[in-house]
């Protein structure tokens, strides 16, 4: 399900107020819990994740993991009374995963609830969950992305050539699939883009508009490949 542009799986259940979703496995007597599109969008990249040392049955609403973000520090909640089984060892070294897969590689707990049917009373499903999380989305005032930028690039007032050369910088300031953030307000950007991508070879993964700004998620390729019309 996508609200607004905001990815909401359908297979887990979501507590939508700490912005974590659970994820029943198997039997049930296990489950994963991570962090939504919509709070990895909003905080924005993901710096650093310090997991808690936590034993025994913690509450819910009991934090388990601290997030440090570009915009924010903040604590990723169990959202049912459970104890930490396992924390991803991925997330230490590339906390970015949080916001390039956050429905997936990104996880950040598993947990034993203590209560195998807790979940099913207190979290609602997807399509329960639809009407608060794009209300949440609204008062966040969140742009979900297909990615979230490494680097913002905004070039109000600008001549697009000049820009082009900015970008060009940026792209060589970052790591193979990082992204930057072009945002524009030069009519011809679209079909200038079109001639930069074609002459450099990196991606164009997303385009949108707002008004009179135009902007471009643009990711550096490990082996550019330029093309010609």
């Not at 489950?31 to 310090?50: E, K, P």
């Not at 007032?157 to 082009?164: F, M, N, P, Q, V």
């Amino acid at each position: 399900m996508d609200v607004d542009g905001c990815p909401l799986p359908e297979d887990r259940r979501y507590a939508v107020d700490d912005d974590v979703w659970f994820l029943e496995e198997g039997d049930g007597r296990l489950a994963t819990v991570g962090v939504t599109s919509l709070l990895a969008s909003f905080a924005g990249r993901a710096l650093a994740v310090t997991f808690r040392p936590v034993q025994g049955y913690l509450d819910a609403g009991r934090s388990v993991a601290t997030v440090e973000t570009v915009r924010l520090t903040g604590p990723v909640r169990l959202p049912v009374r459970a104890r930490v089984v396992a924390q991803n060892p991925a997330l230490p070294s590339r906390p970015k995963l949080l916001n390039d897969d956050p429905y997936g590689e990104g996880w950040v707990v598993r947990v034993e609830p203590e209560d195998p049917a807790e979940a099913a009373r207190t979290l609602p499903t997807a399509r329960e969950a639809r009407e608060r999380f794009a209300a949440r989305r609204a008062e966040l005032r969140v742009r979900c992305r297909p990615a979230v930028p490494d680097e913002e690039l905004i070039e109000v007032g600008a001549e697009c050539a000049a820009i082009l050369v900015r970008l060009g910088e940026a792209m060589e300031r970052r790591a193979p699939r990082e992204v930057v953030l072009l945002v524009t307000d030069d009519p011809t950007s679209p079909i200038e883009m079109v001639r930069w991508t074609d002459r450099t070879g990196h991606s164009v993964i997303h385009q949108g508009r707002d008004g009179p700004l135009y902007e471009f998620l643009v990711r550096r390729e490990a082996e550019p490949r330029p093309r010609r019309r």
